[in-house]
């Protein structure tokens, strides 16, 4: 009998970013997710998440495609569906890399609030790229949250010399509080990801 080989693996993407992000690549159909996690017109204090996706030898990353999910300003996760409103929030996000000057990933939302007592305030981040067989996980973490970071249980799992490549630097920049989160996937600054279990 004759045995045959197995199917090749695919890896994930590029073509995810192009089809899930579809406006931000001028494509004529909607987007069901975009940069925006909250109302731009609402009066909550907004901050910009930015920074690029590198590779293992330092090169950008063009074509990942990054989703954010988050609580509220209140830790409260919107657990409507996707384009619901919940008050100017929707605390979820998508975005492509391939866009923005310097191949950069730029999202507008609100600082959220902690989740759960002991937790500090966070946002899960989900990032998809060619190469890569599975989607990875990890989390932004805000360096002006010294107090509350010495104290979260997952940030304490990840051995001190590796924090800081799940932790956003604050800036200003023209009155906008914005916090530089960048990627790394390989290399003497890869970012910590997590081992999710559905």
Not at 1 to 24: H, I, N
Not at 90 to 106: D, P, S
Not at 146 to 171: C, F, G, Y
Request: hydrophobic content about 35%.
């Amino acid at each position: 009998m004759k045995k045959l080989r197995d199917t090749p693996s695919q890896t994930v993407g590029p073509f995810f970013a192009y089809g899930l992000t579809a406006e931000q690549y001028s494509y004529d159909f909607t987007s069901i997710a975009d940069g925006l996690l909250v109302n731009q017109e609402g009066d909550q204090a907004k901050v910009a998440i930015t920074g690029c996706v590198f590779d293992g030898k330092g090169n950008v990353i063009p074509d990942a495609m990054i989703e954010l999910w988050q609580g509220d300003s209140q830790g409260k996760y919107n657990d409507e569906r996707i384009g619901k409103d919940r008050e100017g929030f929707w605390g979820f996000g998508r975005l492509g890399t391939g866009t923005q000057r310097g191949h950069k990933f730029y999202f507008t939302t609100v600082k959220p609030g902690s989740v759960e007592k002991g937790c500090a305030p966070h946002i899960n981040v989900i990032l998809f790229m060619r190469g890569s067989l599975l989607h990875l996980y990890t989390r932004i973490y805000f360096d002006d949250e010294p107090e509350a970071n010495k104290k979260d249980p997952l940030l304490n799992l990840i051995p001190e010399s590796r924090r800081h490549t799940v932790i956003a630097r604050r800036v200003e920049t023209g009155g906008l509080v914005e916090y530089t989160f960048n990627i790394h996937m390989q290399g003497e600054n890869e970012t910590v990801f997590f081992d999710v279990k559905n």
